[in-house]
């Protein structure tokens, strides 16, 4: 049997190799005497070069970031609140299926949940988050005098979770901070992510036009009758026996009405010329009665971009700003959860600490207890029940 070399196995040799060439720069240059640490399973460089960054930008406008500071504390509360309901909701779903259907919980790490082809989207999407997430701590940290030990970028092995951009505040220095100025800047980073999220929606409305002109392929079956009839990633279905497709229901509605093995005229978008194509379906593998035309993965609404750019630059500018969305709502929700490592865990308990007095160790491990209690029963039934899904 052949071997093949899949994208899924390229990209594990590729990570491999980057941190073998990393070990080995790291030994051969010191690079531990420049701020570069690499560890087994980790490497973190730290730098000073953006702490005077900080300080200007803090200067800048010290009244606007105080009362932005302060209406981030208020927001953070509600933030919290509903991470607390989303998970306990989700978990009642899962434990009382009449209630509603329960939402699959599982961590981003690529290849395991999500595609490979989602990488450079997901790779854009965290930088940015974390960028701004960071420098808003550090920000308001200053605003807040509490020194900055450094600035730097972190990656872990594997890159299960990508290099990430972080900013080290002086823990002795946040410890006696009053409460306030703790809380502002704990809260700091999901806020801005609020923002964030809400600009990038803004530019998804003004850059797209609201209504779908069709359904977008997002991974196509090799040997199936669409990769047969020259759909490929990205194209858009716009018709099917002459019916209009808007939305993936239209789709659905069709081919609710095909017949296994029955032919099938599809109008589809590809490199933006609208292209009628003759195929036959085949059934489905695990419902025989079922016509399908062979495309992995759900559906997505096709909407053209209002700055007249080409099929496939518009739709990867969409989802880039879709990714950097859905990473920014979701970070600013989590980051809230009153567990560790989430900045959450700290602005509860800081609070508490400062009426409970005694058994503060714990009062910590208990809020820990219930989180992630919380959380490994939603990821615990989200395996249970769904087994390995991707997007």
Known sequence: MAFTLTPELTFLLGIAVFWVVLYVLAYVFHLEKRGFDVKPGYFMYRSKALNSFLDRAANKSRTLWKVLSNISVAFSIGL??????????????????????????????????IRLYWLPYFLLAVGVIALTHELAHGIIARLEGIPVLSTGVMGFLLLVIPPIFFVEPDEKGFEKASLLSQLRML??????NLVTALLVTLLLSALFVPSPAGVLIQEVVPNGPADEAGIRQWDVITAINGIPIKVPQNYSDVMSQVTPGAPVLVTFLH??????????????????????????????PYRQNTLGLDQYTGINLFWTLFWIYLFAVNVAILNMFPAFPFDGEKALYY?????????????????????????????ALSFWRFGFLSI
């Open 271 to 300: 490199d933006n010329r609208e292209i009628t194509k003759n195929t036959t379906t085949e059934p489905d593998p695990s419902n025989s009665s079922r016509a399908i035309l062979g495309f992995i993965q759900s559906f997505a």
């Open 187 to 192: 809260v700091s980073g999901s806020s801005i």
């Open 80 to 113: 919290m609140v509903f991470s607390i309901y989303i998970l306990t909701n989700n978990l009642l779903r899962f434990i009382f299926p009449p209630i509603g259907q329960a939402t699959p919980v599982f961590p981003a790490i690529p290849i395991l949940f």
């Open 351 to 379: 609070p508490l600490a400062s009426i409970v007095k005694k058994r503060k160790r714990e009062l910590r491990l208990t809020l820990n207890i219930l989180g992630w209690g919380l959380f490994g029963l939603n990821f």
